[in-house]
């Protein structure tokens, strides 16, 4: 069945660092690929999304590429800030399936 | 702006007590899904409906209970409420286009005692 994987937490950032959390799925179709943002004591948000091969979602600074070739969907960004920590989940949906499939989330933590 | 509600945002409550979660929404959205996260994070799909009068368990077992009464208002129902209850729980809805995602509710965190 469909799955997603991600990088563990904490990941522990100095303000200013660049970011890379790691996710990678399975899947039997061709699935859209999101990245979700969950901020203490709130719901999910969309951060950002790709829906074909090599499409890059942007967003806030964040980006992400959806690679076929490796079945990745590696968030990233340039310059973190201090707002930025959450927890970051990546998700896939598949034509067919009945929900959103989710990683397990990486809390991000950035210190001043 | 939010455009589903879940309420409470926070409920603490004795054991054996009969409890609904509220979730509405107003974009007129068909599919409409409740989440539990453990505290470790993982979000669990405990109830997803495609549209009115259609509901369906998800792929952890739940003692829960949702109705589809109206297409805005998907709400979850512990009969009797137990500290394994113990949980955030997110609604989510969609338009069912694999080409957007969902929107989220604030969540309800539900602490059993």
């Known amino acids: 069945g469909d799955s997603v994987t991600q990088m563990e937490g904490p990941v522990t950032l100095s303000e200013e660092a660049f970011l890379t959390i790691n996710c990678t799925y399975t899947?039997?179709?061709?699935?859209?690929l999101f990245w979700y943002v969950q901020y203490p004591g709130e719901g999910l948000q969309l951060l950002l999304k790709?829906?074909?091969?090599?499409d890059k979602g942007s967003n806030k600074g964040f980006e992400a590429t959806y690679r076929k070739e490796t079945t990745s969907f590696h968030l990233e960004k340039g310059s973190v800030q201090v707002s930025d920590s959450a927890v970051y989940f990546c998700a896939l949906l598949d034509t067919g399936r009945r929900a959103l499939t989710f990683g397990s989330g990486t809390r991000l933590q950035v210190q001043p | 702006e939010a455009d589903i509600y879940q309420t409470p945002r926070y409920l603490v409550i004795g054991t054996g007590k009969k409890i609904t979660l509220e979730c509405s929404q107003t974009?007129?959205?068909?599919?409409m899904y409740w989440y539990q996260q453990d505290p470790g994070m993982e979000l669990h799909l405990i109830h997803y409906s495609y549209g009115v009068n259609s509901t369906e368990k998800g792929d952890l077992s739940s003692e829960s209970t949702v109705s589809r009464i109206r297409t805005e208002h998907f709400p979850l129902t512990l009969e009797s409420a137990r500290p394994s209850h113990t949980s955030q729980y997110l609604c989510a809805s969609s338009d069912g286009s694999t080409l957007r995602g969902y929107t989220f509710g604030s969540g309800t965190r539900l602490t059993v005692v």
């Open positions: 974009m007129g959205h068909d599919k």
């Open positions: 790709a829906t074909k091969a090599d």
């Open positions: 899947a039997t179709g061709y699935p859209s």
